[in-house]
């Protein structure tokens, strides 16, 4: 083909047919052309070295490649998985770390293809969502990872006010604990003056005050490792009832976290990747996932510390016999347990002082150490979230500033209400709420990421082959079953019918949403029968800016 002329690429679509996307240039759209007006507010790109000497696998590139799954694993970390971990072990013991494990590996599958789609396309999941589905589900997709990252930031002011407060031994009130919070904004903005390297380096240093902090505790209470290991390779739970079941659930809604595919997916990008060279793409992806792969195996031994703590020290315990117990010690915190036989309850608040009460008080100030990193820790990475949301589907720029302060206001605002007219427990059990905030918004971010790492016009050599087509579409509907149950059970536990009647309503505009991403993720998973109209070209021709990597030995290409 002669300079000057326009060249015409084919590609394959969804549904396996052809095509014609014109170009009206000699050359098909570079690289950096594409993602320069879309680049995010990262202020320096790490470089990633050459070490020839180790082609297959080298520590060096590895250490270039770390820093973005760690920061994604925080939220595997946040005070709501940390307050669904000490649940699991107080109502099951052990039995329940095999769920937890089976949710950690999926949550790792799923982040992969989040990973991937950033390394591949250069862009972000919010910003493919931007571009490729219409402008109303666009913004409706956009509220909805909003409020997940705005009840995930509402957990972490849970539970710092709650750490500030045990730390003070209540001279700090809850209130002034959420107040406090605000500070955290200064913090960030701070710290990430510093640069890129310097704030990973930071969030792995309260990833490692975790690791102390709850394995202090895991040393203290000296769980039996034999039913530790029972509970974690043996899919089992004997004597099981609802209590347990539901548990499980819990435990499935809390390590999985919408924003946090989001997150991952922009993460990616702030290593020099030369999208252009198949090698380079193909070598990142391997290096990402390993260190995916590392950061999760660190915070699943983090939360299995909390639950074998829990699961050894409490595990079917009374209200009256933490009662005595606490009574016989300098905790004053007795009166939080009724005298009565009902099975222990225990939430981020009252785990710390059954701590206190069993083990003195250096094991609750301990706990609350750790609660208080992991809030500060999660804060920062939800701001993130919502940078790069707010970019990707708005395509507006906001400060750090003002999108630290406009997000951390909304959250506040209503957890300051609770904590200055209610009590810690109306607090604590905002978290069940806030679980089930989150578990709502799972579909708009699962279904997503499986649609688009699936199309091979988006994902070129990249795309999802049959296996993963079948898997991810499998995990995705046993997850989103799993939390709709999960969020069943929460509201049939309300008991009011008014609430009924409003939870059906939300249910039917929920459902036919989710029905409509489903429908397209179908098609993308290669059922061309139900391609109809505009979603015949899903991720096609809307925008030729997307095939970042040329199809130089696949796709012919032909003159006109």
Same mark, same amino acid.
Request: charged fraction near 15%; proline fraction near 4%.
């Given at each position: 083909? %002669? ?28 690289? %950096? ?50 307050? %669904? ?115 990973? &380096? ?236 989150? %578990? ?101 021709? &809307? ?18």
């Amino acid at each position: 083909m %002669s300079p000057g002329k326009d060249r015409e690429a084919l590609y394959e679509d969804a549904s396996g047919e052809g095509v014609t996307t014109i170009y009206s240039s000699a050359a098909p759209p570079q690289v %950096s052309d594409s993602t320069d007006e879309f680049t995010t507010y990262f202020d320096q790109k790490i470089p990633i070295p050459e070490d020839e000497k180790h082609p297959w696998f080298s520590f060096r590139k590895l250490w270039a490649f770390t820093g973005p799954g760690f920061l994604m694993s925080i939220a595997y970390l946040d005070p709501g998985n940390i307050e %669904s971990d000490l649940q699991s072990g107080a109502v099951a013991g052990f039995k329940l770390l095999w769920v937890l494990l089976l949710a950690t590996v999926i949550g790792l599958l799923l982040q992969r293809l989040a990973a991937r789609l950033g390394v591949v396309t250069g862009l972000h999941l919010a910003e493919v969502c931007n571009r490729q589905y219409p402008k109303v589900p666009r913004i409706i997709l956009w509220l909805m990872v909003e409020l997940a990252i705005i009840g995930s930031d509402m957990q972490e002011v849970i539970g710092s006010a709650i750490a500030i407060n045990l730390l003070s031994v209540g001279g700090v009130p809850l209130w002034g604990g959420v107040l406090i919070t605000i500070a955290d904004t200064f913090v960030f903005l701070f710290l990430d003056k510093y640069g890129l390297r310097k704030l990973e &380096a930071f969030f792995g240093f309260l990833i490692t005050i975790m690791a102390i902090m709850f394995g202090y505790e895991y040393g203290t209470v000296k769980p039996d490792q034999g039913q530790l290991l029972k509970g974690m390779f043996m899919p089992y739970c004997d004597k099981c009832g609802p209590p347990q079941l539901e548990q499980a659930v819990g435990i499935v809604g809390a390590v999985i976290m919408p924003h946090n595919m989001y997150l991952h997916s922009a993460l990616v990008k702030s290593r020099q990747i030369d999208r252009s060279n198949k090698k380079e793409v193909k070598e990142a992806n391997k290096y990402f996932f390993i260190e995916s792969c590392i950061a999760l195996f660190i915070s699943f031994i983090i939360n299995v510390f909390v639950v074998s703590v829990f699961a050894e020290a409490f595990y079917n315990k009374t209200n009256a016999e933490v009662h005595d117990v606490c009574s016989n010690t300098s905790i004053s915190h007795a009166g939080l347990f009724p005298l009565n036989n009902d099975t222990l309850e225990v939430d981020i608040y009252k785990g710390g002082v059954v701590l206190g009460c069993y083990f003195g008080p250096a094991a609750l100030y301990i706990w609350a150490i750790g609660i208080l990193a992991a809030g500060q820790s999660s804060t920062m990475t939800g701001t993130y979230s919502g940078q790069f949301v707010m970019e990707g589907f708005l395509n507006l720029k906001w400060s750090r500033f003002a999108r630290v302060v406009l997000t951390r206001s909304i959250a506040i605002t209503p957890t300051l209400l609770v904590a200055i007219f209610q009590d810690v427990e109306h607090l604590t059990g905002m978290n069940d709420f806030l679980n089930v905030l989150m %578990s709502l918004q799972l579909p708009f971010a699962l279904i997503p990421v499986l649609t688009f790492t699936s199309l091979r016009p988006v994902m070129n050599d990249f795309a999802n082959g049959l296996g993963w087509k079948i898997a991810g579409g499998i995990l995705v509907v046993i997850i989103i079953s799993i939390n709709m149950y999960f969020v069943v059970i929460y509201v049939t536990a309300l008991g009011q019918m008014v609430l009924y009647v409003i939870a059906s309503l939300i249910s039917i505009v929920y459902l036919a949403f989710v029905a409509y991403l489903s429908w397209q993720c179908l098609i993308a998973l290669g059922i061309s029968s139900l391609a109809c109209g505009q979603t015949y070209h899903l991720g096609l021709t &809307a925008h030729p800016e997307l095939f970042l990597l040329n199809n130089i030995d696949a796709d012919p290409v032909m003159s006109r």
